[in-house]
């Protein structure tokens, strides 16, 4: 069955560490990948998104994510955390013709 | 430039009575649609989507229903509101789905 999986449900890191959130998928085409923040009681923000060419892909507020064929990861990458990237981050997969599917999501705290 | 509404943000509503929550999309033509719910600790459930006005797609069984009266309008209904409808709903759009979804900001539903 098709789905969308992020190890991770909380992650703790601190102000300018670095940040690596994973996101793993099982589909039997290959998908269109995505990575969605959402701030508490806000709606989701598009960070970046992955349809083909180059496997490392540039989002916003400084962002990056590397789509892995071989490993069906879609990691989200940050070098250097603020505090206000704290905030929940999914990761979505599509592929032609069928609706998206949305991982579990991960929490990210930042400590000062 | 496209844009989302979605309203009320909040609504506390009694057992039983009834639930309207609307969205509307400016800027675009022919969208799909999207209702999804996101109950306390859990990720993002596609409740409705509609390619078109009248057209409905229900994932999920339950109390709520969706109607699409005009191309740029979503509507999520219920006759009888349940305390586990309880949870944030979002409504989100896209053009042909594989671009991205864009999120509204969420309404924050309690039932009480």
């Known amino acids: 069955a098709q789905s969308v999986t992020q190890p991770d449900i909380h992650i703790t890191v601190s102000e300018g560490a670095s940040l690596e959130l994973r996101c793993n998928y099982s589909?039997?085409?290959?998908?269109?990948l995505f990575w969605y923040v959402q701030s508490p009681g806000q709606g989701l923000q598009l960070l970046l998104k992955?349809?083909?060419?180059?496997?490392l892909v540039q989002g916003i507020k400084g962002f990056e994510a590397e789509f892995k064929r071989s490993q069906s990861s879609f990691n989200l990458r940050k070098p250097s955390v603020h505090w206000s990237d704290a905030a929940e981050y999914f990761c979505?997969?599509?592929?032609?013709?069928?609706?998206?599917?949305f991982g579990p999501g991960t929490r990210l705290s930042v400590l000062p | 430039s496209q844009t989302i509404h979605q309203w009320p943000a909040t609504l506390v509503q009694p057992v039983g009575s009834p639930l309207s929550l609307e969205c509307t999309v400016e800027?675009?033509?022919?969208?799909?649609l999207y209702w999804y719910r996101q109950a306390a600790g859990r990720g993002l459930q596609l409740l409705f989507y509609?390619?078109?006005?009248?057209?409905i797609s229900s994932e999920v069984p339950q109390n709520l229903s969706a109607s699409r009266p005009q191309d740029r309008q979503f509507i999520l209904s219920s006759k009888k509101l349940l305390l586990s409808d309880s949870g944030f709903y979002l409504c989100?759009?896209?053009?042909?789905?594989?671009?991205?979804?864009?999120f509204g900001s969420g309404t924050r539903l309690t039932v009480v």
């Open positions: 989100a759009w896209s053009v042909g789905g594989l671009g991205g979804y864009t």
């Open positions: 589909y039997g085409a290959t998908p269109y």
């Open positions: 992955y349809f083909s060419g180059d496997t």
């Open positions: 979505a997969v599509v592929v032609y013709g069928q609706n998206f599917v």
């Open positions: 800027g675009t033509s022919n969208p799909n």
């Open positions: 509609s390619v078109g006005i009248g057209q």
